[in-house]
């Protein structure tokens, strides 16, 4: 067994040992089952057959995918952590995990515990076991003991699904490979478990659909939505016009590189994702939307506001400190920018 990387942080330690599962990939085979796994996600799978069937799948989808959903999940969390600042899970399920990006993006907002503390408890539930055991192997190498000591437990993600409590759950990457009444019960299930639900899906149209779905039932249920949104409300955006969706900047490997034929050495993950609390958040003012536009000046920004409407603001030179944040600020980020929370 490989002794863990450390004392890396999780992204660091993630990216190393995924270099390391590329290095032992046959280019053809892993180009192959590559090609077949995009076609698998950007089609429909029923539910009773699981995406990553063998290793050599999982391999190939912990080296393609595995980073742009560790960093889409990193940058939903990290608006989460933003918006209760206080709060730490003391417990995380991950429903339908596969090899862990979202505990592994976990275990960077909300390190170990620094006094010695026992590390809280991390559970993946997924159906397919060749990702279990990817999975598994991978975090035996994490500097994080809460992934070191994380269950890895086979479980069908569907209506019959059993969650345990616990403080967060996430649902990543998930809903699209179900059928409308099995995302309904996982949603469902995920919000009478936990004090806090992440779900986080595609940033395309279908998947913006999904959100918006489970975003409901976690209102319904009782749930304050975190992030992105600025308020409970309905979603602003009126339905076939957009679709609220963000970005995270990914590394590319050789892999990539090869697969798409590309020769930049990085690639925008578009994400859609809804973060939601049983206790009330500390939402943003107002979120940024679209990528901010530099102007001379100037700076435009397109807003989703607390009263619950969309608009855009330009801030301008002569507004001095507010427009040098404005020149800072990225998509995404909430707006105005927050101060550092007291101590």
Not at 11 to 26: M, N
Request: with cysteine.
């Amino acid at each position: 067994m490989h002794a863990p990387l450390s004392p890396q942080a999780p992204a660091e330690a993630l990216r190393a040992t995924l270099a390391e599962l590329v290095d032992g990939l046959p280019p053809r085979q892993a180009a192959q089952a590559t090609a077949r796994l995009i076609a698998n996600y950007r089609g429909a799978t029923p539910t009773d057959a699981p995406v990553l069937r063998d290793r050599s799948d999982v391999v190939a989808y912990a080296a393609y995918r595995m980073p742009a959903t560790f960093e889409a999940d990193r940058a939903a969390l990290g608006a989460l952590a933003d918006a209760v600042p206080r709060w730490t899970p003391s417990g995380h399920t991950d429903i339908g995990g596969g090899t862990g990006a979202a505990v592994w993006a976990a275990a960077d907002i909300w390190p170990d515990p620094a006094d010695g503390a026992a590390p809280r408890p991390v559970t993946v539930l997924d159906w397919a076991e060749p990702a279990l055991a990817l999975g598994r192997e991978l975090a035996a190498r994490a500097p994080s003991a809460a992934l070191r000591d994380a269950r890895w437990r086979r479980a069908r993600i569907d209506a019959a699904l059993d969650v345990p409590p616990t403080g967060l759950v996430t649902v990543s990457y998930v809903l699209g490979e179900l059928t409308p009444a099995d995302r309904a019960a996982v949603v469902d299930a995920a919000a009478g478990a936990a004090e806090v639900v992440a779900v986080v899906e595609p940033g395309t149209p279908d998947g913006y659909r999904r959100i918006i779905e489970a975003r409901d039932r976690l209102v319904a249920a009782g749930f304050h939505i975190a992030a992105p949104c600025p308020h409970s409300a309905a979603c602003p955006i009126e339905e076939g016009t957009d679709w609220c969706h963000f970005a995270a900047r990914v590394s590319r490997s050789s892999l990539h590189r090869q697969v798409k034929g590309a020769s930049l050495a990085w690639e925008d993950e578009k994400f859609s994702y809804v973060a939601a609390t049983r206790f009330r958040p500390g939402p943003a003012t107002a979120r940024v939307v679209r990528r901010p536009q530099t102007r001379k000046g100037q700076v435009l920004l397109d807003l989703c506001r607390d009263t619950e409407e969309l608009s855009r603001e330009t801030v301008t030179k002569r507004q001095g400190p507010l427009y040098r944040a404005a020149r800072d600020t990225a998509w995404g980020d909430p707006w105005p920018p927050r101060e550092d929370p007291a101590p």
